[in-house]
């Protein structure tokens, strides 16, 4: 055969190669424009729901919508809440509560975590009060929180910290307890210490499930928020929605259970994405 005959090959191989891919990669673009469709599909369908429920006064038996606010008075009262300069200073309160909370409850959670699934000693010390502790509510924390803490911040700080410490320490002693033990002992018997196993074994291989306590964790603290800033304090979108309740400003109601719904699904996305990141060896959907 001669040269020209197998670059010419070689060519048509690269050529056909170079089609699969586009064709794959025209797919996957394809597919992932339908699937965000859907979505957007469904969310307009929900809030055209809310809309005619609003505008109707609709009576279910016990559920009435007669005093809740239409689509466009929310929208209206977060162009008002932006217009007023307090949604910076309301968000700044909010992101720096909850994120110190969590960034806490990830060092405190995972480090428990990993000492209770692998040592009995500290399984037996620390799991029954901590189980005692989980099933209590937030709100049930706030006279306690205020005895213990000077400040009305830490308060708050601890109690997105409580939201957020349970979920990451259930998961981080799932993800330890599911991997294999055969695992474990084929390191130990090539010669790795403690240290090692713990850093190559341990943690890679409980790594996706303490993803999915943080992902978990990160949205109980939001969920926490509001009973955090029912305390004290002037800023804070908790606080907003709670001050509005008070003041009977329904649609203000809305805009800050919607703006804590918002900031929570994007800080989960980001805590998914950066373990996806962490952990390209675990395959998702």
């Known amino acids: ?25 025209s797919r996957h673009i394809v597919a992932v424009i339908q699937r965000y469709a859907v979505r957007l599909v469904s969310l307009a369908f929900f809030v055209g729901l ?11 038996g016990l559920v009435t919508f007669a005093n ?18 307090k949604l910076v200073p309301h968000l700044f309160s909010s992101l720096t509560r909850v994120f110190a909370g969590f960034t806490i409850a990830a060092i405190t959670g995972i480090g428990l975590g990993l000492a209770i699934a692998r040592l009995k000693l500290a399984e037996d010390v620390f799991l029954p009060p901590l189980e005692i502790l989980r099933p209590i509510p937030a709100v049930a924390w706030i006279p306690l ?17 409580t939201g957020a410490l349970f979920p990451i320490l259930l998961n981080t002693i799932h993800g330890v307890e599911g991997i294999d033990r055969r695992l474990v002992a084929s ?14 074994v341990i943690l890679p291989g409980a790594m996706p499930s303490i993803v999915t306590g943080l992902a978990i964790g990160m949205g109980t603290s939001w969920f926490c928020l509001v009973t955090a800033e029912m305390i004290s304090g002037q800023f804070g979108i908790g606080y907003y929605t709670w001050e509005s309740y008070t003041l009977q400003n329904y649609a ?7 703006v804590i719904g918002a900031l929570g699904m994007a800080s989960s996305i980001l805590v998914r994405k950066i373990g996806a990141w962490l952990t390209p060896w675990h395959q998702t959907k």
């Open 187 to 200: 390191a130990r018997s090539l010669g790795a210490g403690r240290g090692a196993i713990l850093w190559e």
């Open 68 to 85: 809740v606010p239409a689509p466009a008075e929310v929208i209206d009262a977060f162009i008002a809440l932006a217009r007023s300069g």
């Open 50 to 60: 809310w809309h005619v429920a609003s505008t109707s006064r609709l009576h279910l």
């Open 1 to 25: 055969m001669s040269l020209s005959r197998v670059k010419f090959d070689n060519f048509g191989i690269d050529a056909a190669a170079s089609g699969t891919r586009a064709k794959i990669l």
């Open 252 to 258: 203000d109601i809305v805009v800050g259970m919607l």
């Open 145 to 161: 929180a205020i005895l213990m803490f000077p400040s009305a911040e830490a308060s708050m700080i601890f109690i997105t910290y």
